[in-house]
């Protein structure tokens, strides 16, 4: 790299290993060490990922995304994406179909209409402006992924709102480790936009801590659910595929929160 001087370097962190990124260090010039003194208290799930964004006066880089609990070396790094490459090839091609995941906010401003001050807890469980969650906004993505399905188990159960019988299905998606998933964040068959939430997450192979292939377990949601009202923005770029980040609320209002790959929502 022969770029001029001055180099700038900012730490960024996330919750998603897709972004949206938050500068947590200021500008860094001449400098190759931060530490950063802020204690974050989080779940043992994977809601943590960090990376370096330099800046020169010719372009911006930025580094491979670090997450606390595992690292790898360039070489596992490329097996590891040679992996991921094969498992999406073969979705691609034959068992898997296009899905999004939508990433449940772990952090981030709580809903000031539904949060007790008292408890924290929120008190509406299909809150308008979280859906429940407490965060605003309530999930991240959407994401673009390759799920493939195997239903697992039907059972026949007495359906909540005790209006007889119902046979909800179980099912079992297999993905690579990007975005690492955790339990509650949901998934989307775009075809029929049936939503999933996910109720358990097995790392089907890991490779020194890091996820390469997960297996989510899933259940179907009744459209009744909050997370119905979760839409998808258009990202305006007119292939009208809605991809797009940041979420409509239930009462018409947006909430631009996301920086994916593909721009500015
Ligand atoms: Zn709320």
Redesign the pocket.
Known sequence: MADPAPWTFVVEQAQVSEGPWKEISPVLTNTVVFVDDVKRIVSKDHVLFFRIKMTTPTATYYSFVKAPYGDLNRREYLIVKDIMRREVLQQDDMAGILGRVWIRATSGPR?T???DPITGN?T?SN?R??L?V?RIPPYLGPYDVYLTFTPSRRNLELSQDGLGLQQPYTWEIRLVGFPYLKDKDIALDIASDKRYIIDGVNNELEIRRIPVIQVLHANELPVSDPVYKLKELDDGDGDGDGYGGGCVLPDGSIVPSLVLPGGII
């Open positions: 809903c209409n539904c949060i929120v509406v809150c402006f979280c429940g407490g």
